[in-house]
């Protein structure tokens, strides 16, 4: 089962770190990385493997927003699936 | 696969900043093996076989609403027109049977139950005298159950008994509810080519030929339409159509991926996608604000009906193209109270109730969540009713009236509902009388199907 978290703010030192280190601990393998800068805001693009996943999917969810708070970044973690049926005929 | 930053982008910002969202996951049970000649044995059937099936509703939808970072909104049932369940028992008051559907629809944490019902175009059985009777105080009485009654359909013309009824049932219900301001017409919708699987409240019901249980899913995304169209104001007609079509399509296939996987958990066929742009009172959510994005001043300015018809096409081209079942309603909502940009148009003397009516024929529903004065007579409201359900069955498509005549409440005072019914002005009616015109009664034949010029 694979997603895409996004993370889109500020740019600042050792956001990679800590949202890795974050998806590391709960088991979720990162299969991609880009970041780039996007409307004038930072943005970084994970594509993850969330098959591993040792807690739930509403604790990894609430995780990711106290991560993004604590950045002052918005993150926002999006199934794979959703992205194929809009964008995908 | 490889999505582009921009797609990846375009996504987050449709949920996190444009208020895309489902609606609602409604699932539609049949009651009709409930029937019996016993009241009490119909109400514990309907009872079992509503928590029975949608048992699982609300937790599957928020482990798909967890899962897929979709945000679901509601949860809903819909059920059989329950005149057709309630009839056999011979009871003279059906308002214990919405005391056992509100009670269901608690016992499952659904946030309403539609299908308070009644289909009566051509005429009344006995049962569906006693449910028409019944509505104000079921209404009155419970929180969640929702009450629909069909007064016309463009084969059978329209039923002008059962209007002139549900001008004074509105009535009697508003003042049953006058301490909130008449909140229980919120729950009441009067239609004219109703139909059997739309997911939205408070019009939905389970029709007579849909299948024992089914999963319909209502979209929404104003604010995804508006986005869309924002830096295209020299943009010509054909570019402003195609960019509400492909962005219907891609909401409508979200939509879709929510139905199938719900459809998929719950072990219950996937319905229908209701692709309807359904504004909320929250800011980003409104319909009439894509009529201005198009270049209009505020919605009611002349033009607005051509913007509403272009609207209300394109997201029905975009959202049929998307789905193997789109259904329901379909189209985009004007409701006032619901959303902030109409609310606001009102407030600024911008548009008027005629100007509504005229929008309502080429809308996908019609005059919806208006507050009128307390002190308007049954009669017109039955008046505006008989009008609304002619330009229904005329143009072959569905209207409705759902009118609030909020007691004791002047043109230009405000009354508040909260939440997603929002709130808003008082809007004038005609003060010419339409007693005689409705105390005649019998029905307004069928259109004719043929000549059309």
Redesign the interface.
């Given at each position: 089962m694979t997603a895409i978290i996004t993370v889109v703010g500020v740019d600042m030192v050792g956001i990679i770190a800590k949202v890795s280190a974050l998806l590391a601990d709960r088991g979720v393998n990162i299969l991609s990385i880009s970041q780039t800068i996007l409307e004038e805001y930072f943005t970084m693009m994970m594509r993850v493997d969330l098959s591993g996943l040792k807690v739930p999917r509403a604790e990894l969810n609430t995780e990711l927003d106290k991560a993004g708070a604590e950045l002052g970044m918005k993150i926002t973690l999006i199934h794979e699936e959703v992205l194929k049926a809009m964008h995908r005929i | 696969?490889i999505?582009t930053?921009?797609?990846?982008?375009e996504?987050?910002r449709m949920?996190?900043m444009q208020n895309l969202d489902v609606r609602t996951v409604t699932m539609g049970i049949s009651l009709r093996d409930c029937a019996s000649s016993s009241g009490s044995e119909a109400r514990r059937r309907m009872y079992d076989k509503i928590t029975r099936n949608a048992e699982r509703l609300v937790a599957v939808a928020k482990e798909i609403e967890?899962?897929?970072?979709?945000p679901i909104i509601n949860t809903r049932i819909s059920v059989t027109p329950i005149a057709l369940i309630a009839e056999p028992s011979g009871e003279t008051s059906y308002v214990e049977y919405a005391r056992t559907l509100d009670k269901a629809a608690k016992a499952v944490g659904v946030n309403f139950l539609g299908g308070f019902s009644a289909l009566v175009q051509k005429g009344f059985t006995t049962g569906d005298r006693v449910l028409l009777c019944s509505i104000p105080e079921a209404l009155a009485a419970t929180d969640l159950v929702c009450a629909s009654v069909n007064v016309a359909s463009t084969q059978a013309g329209i039923n002008m008994d059962a209007v002139r009824q549900m001008g004074v049932t509105i009535k009697d219900l508003a003042e049953r509810t006058a301490a909130a301001g008449g909140v229980g017409c919120a729950k009441l919708v009067v239609f004219a080519n109703a139909v059997e699987d739309n997911p939205f409240m408070a019009g939905a019901f389970h029709g007579t030929g849909e299948a024992e249980c089914a999963i319909n899913v209502g979209l929404s995304g104003p604010g995804v339409i508006k986005s869309a169209l924002e830096g295209m104001r020299e943009a010509s007609f054909d570019d402003v159509a195609e960019t509400i079509k492909k962005t219907a399509f891609?909401?409508t296939?979200?939509g879709?991926?929510v139905a199938r996987e719900a459809s998929r958990r719950l072990n219950v066929p996937f319905g229908i996608i209701d692709l309807s742009l359904a504004p909320t009172p929250a800011v980003g959510d409104s319909v009439a604000r894509i009529l201005q994005e198009m270049g209009l001043e505020h919605i009611g300015a002349h033009g607005s009906t051509a913007a509403l018809a272009l609207l209300n096409d394109a997201v029905k081209k975009g959202g049929i193209m998307a789905s193997s079942h789109v259904g329901g309603l379909s189209g985009a909502f004007i409701p006032v109270t619901e959303d902030e940009g109409m609310v606001d148009a009102v407030q600024r003397g911008c548009l008027s109730f005629d100007k509504l009516e005229a929008m309502t024929c080429v809308c996908s529903v019609g005059l919806d969540m208006i507050v009128i004065p307390g002190d308007t007579s049954a009669a017109t409201i039955s008046a505006v009713i008989a009008d609304e359900a002619a330009i229904g069955v005329t143009n072959h498509k569905t209207t409705a009236v759902r009118l609030i005549p909020a007691p004791g409440k002047k043109p230009g005072d405000h009354v508040e509902f909260g939440g997603l019914l929002g709130g808003g002005p008082v809007m004038a009616l005609s003060a010419l009388s339409s007693e005689g015109f409705i105390a005649r009664g019998g029905r307004i034949p069928a259109p004719i199907h043929s000549f059309k010029n």
């Open positions: - | 696969m999505f930053p921009f797609e990846i982008q996504t987050v949920f996190s967890s899962e897929l970072g979709i891609k909401i296939r979200m879709e991926l």
